[in-house]
């Protein structure tokens, strides 16, 4: 019985482990999500920087941007 229970206890440890980290994700957080362009003349540029913040617990790879 003993010899069972002590299977039972790996096992589950097993699973727990990995399932765990089967759920780890990144999660792309904007700080500020909004950005209010002002009204510039034609032909001129203008740049913002947007910030990202990794809230998940696993890596963030930002591989490309594709702008709207």
Do not use: C, W, Y
């Not at 229970?5 to 990995?18: D, E, K, P, Q």
């Not at 510039?40 to 920087?49: L, P």
């Amino acid at each position: 019985m003993m010899k069972k229970l002590v299977i039972l206890i790996v096992a589950a440890g097993f699973l727990t482990l990995s399932t765990g980290a089967a759920m780890a994700a990144p999660k792309a957080v904007p700080v500020n999500p909004a950005f209010e362009f002002s009204d510039i003349a034609e032909g001129q540029g203008i740049t913002h920087e947007f910030i990202i913040r990794n809230e998940g617990d696993a890596n963030l790879n930002i591989l490309s941007v594709i702008p709207p």
